[in-house]
């Protein structure tokens, strides 16, 4: 039986229908993903699905029970009651365990508090929120919240509305996995995601035992997780079973199949007008049948809804650089003493395409802007070649005036953009990044997410470059403007910088790709993602944070297990053991905010001051951590 049925449902706002008369089928255990230019409407049918919103016409039935739960492509502007306690971001997790939640939050707040303030009333509170867990199995469900928030690296003892937007969507998405319903629907769930967390994530979702429907532009997400694609294409929705390239090679053939039937019908249509046109004819009594079917044909045609136009992506090219473009020698960039960049050394010659990979905040912004100039080493020397020209996309950095309006954006109020030698009005400029003259004129803080980014896109490119510095340039593109950017990018006779978490695109794009792993190391290997996957040693399979975190885990599982008093320990040993567990928690809890600053896009705007001390008090817990791990690890097995 199936989860969710849609039978010919409709959707319009105002005059424009965004889909008609969809059928679906969703059945247990299916991955389906969603797929289609942005603004077709795919996230107005997840809420649809979702219960959220009501169709215009058509039915939908929902198995009796079935419960769904949806990760939104914006964040929601966050209700704070006025004078409650902000809810933290494991509060809001929790909160997806429904009758629970409250009961995991309030558990995890008190031991915070106790940790810092012991007293015997909240001691004996935490006693019997301890017991109330144990009867109602919510050790399980409060271990399945814990290992989200770490392996998604989120500060858990954070308020929510301090987060960043990215981080509070972070949080939005552990607290859709822990609710684990019947039917999960994401939009767009590895946005912000670095490639560790992505990786988890299609683990995770492997292993899921509900049915998944997930919109995505991540090519590899997608192709490693759906049994089916499904397409809303000029409003209609087909269903393509398979993997994604499969879908690619039968959506070419169909489109072609399209194009032939179209020139058909338009040749069959010139015929019949023609011959209308001659007049008395047509009108005789025995041709009124003839001029029926051309009326049909008319409104056949007339209700056919051509394919949208493509983006059509250019760089403005300038002069070919020298054959030197960066040179590296020996760079090291500290903050605090704590070295993001260390001993790094490169030579990057002209028409080298270079990606960057790592963790958020491991440092791949900060390498960009040592060898563009923008900040300088401490240690080494970076050389810059002769008639450098960058175009640098930088999605945090990069400021759009919501107020201004889309032509004036892009080329600073001027009419015209010059485009490969030749003056171009830019309302034309625009309508090649899909921006009709309506939305040309519209101020910017109207447009959606694609939009924004496509905007970034067109005016970048209006400059002459001959170096493209691409800073996460792909969130929130479509997959077929994800496609386009891939080939100008592969394409571009210059040198190209980049980084993103884009699996499929970086082995599109890069000759070599830059790895951070950690402590300031970066390791250059030949190829793109996979042939880094192939060529990377054991060691930087796990890191040390993961390392970090089950064992701590460990810890507490042990703390709460233990009933027997440890043998074989002096009664000092006995205090430090049963100590341990609270202080490593309390130094997890303030590693995770120190590094959720950290890797926030506004942290290196900070004093001087400050990010010395926020680098330097990681670089000291790092140490602590593992001191204390390995002191509760010789004091259990001791017990």
Known sequence: MPLVTLDGVSLAFGHLPLFESVDLRVEPGERVALIGRNGTGKSSLLRIINGEISPD????????????????????????????????????????????????????????????????????????????????DGWRLEQKVEMVVSRLGLPADRPMNEL????????????????????????????????????????????????????????AFLSALSTRIIELDRGRLTSWPGAYKTYVDRKRAALNAEAQEIARLDKKLEKEEA??????????????????????????????????????????????????????????????????????????????????IGPNGSGKSTLLRLLVGEIPPDEGEIR????????????????????????????????????????????????DFLFPRERAVSPVKLLSGGERNRLMLARLFARPANVLVLDEPTNDLDIET????????????GTVLLVSHDRAFLDAVVTSTLAFEGEGKVTEYVGGYEDYLRQRPESVVRDAGSRVQEASTRVRDAARRGGRAPRKLSFNEKRELDA????????????????NEAASSDFYKESQNRIEQVLARLEAIAGELETMIARWMELDERA
Request: proline share 4%; charged share 30%; glycine share 8%.
């Open 384 to 431: 810059r070649g002769a008639r450098l020209q960058v175009a640098y996309f930088d999605q945090q950095r990069e400021q759009l005036d919501p107020d201004r309006n889309v032509a004036d954006t892009v080329n600073d109020g001027n009419d015209t953009v010059l485009v490969n030698g030749r003056s171009r009005h830019v309302l034309g400029y625009l309508a």
């Open 580 to 595: 341990l567990p609270e202080r490593i928690q309390a130094l997890e809890s303030e590693q995770a905010e120190l590094q």
């Open 164 to 219: 960043s937007g990215g981080w509070r969507r972070r949080a939005l998405l552990a607290k859709a996995l822990v609710s684990s319903p019947d039917l999960l629907l994401l939009d767009e769930p590895t946005n912000h995601l670095d490639i560790d967390a992505i990786q988890w994530l299609e683990e995770y979702l492997h292993g899921y035992p509900g049915s998944l429907l997930f919109v995505t532009h991540d090519r």
């Open 275 to 356: 011959w209308l046109r001659q007049g008395v004819k047509a009108r005789r009594t025995r041709n009124e049948g003839r001029v029926r079917d051309l009326m049909k044909l008319r409104e056949q045609r007339a209700a056919h809804r051509a394919q949208p136009g493509a983006v059509r992506l250019a760089v403005d090219s300038a002069d070919p650089t020298g054959k030197l473009v960066f040179e590296a020698r020996h760079v090291t960039k500290s903050f605090g003493g704590a070295p993001v960049i260390r001993d790094y050394s490169q030579r990057i010659v002209r028409g080298d395409r270079v990606g960057l």
């Open 482 to 493: 994800l496609e386009l950017l891939e080939d100008l990018v592969a394409d571009f006779d």
């Open 57 to 136: 016409t058509g039915t939908i039935w929902r198995a009796p029970g079935m419960r769904s739960a949806r990760l939104e492509q914006d964040v929601p502007v966050l209700a704070q009651p006025e004078g409650a306690r902000p809810a933290s971001v494991f509060d809001e997790i929790a909160g997806g365990l429904e009758a629970l939640g409250d009961l995991v939050a309030s558990y995890h707040r008190l031991a915070i508090d106790v940790s810092h303030h012991p007293d015997e009333r909240a001691l004996s509170r935490l006693g019997s929120l301890q017991h109330e867990l144990e009867e109602r």
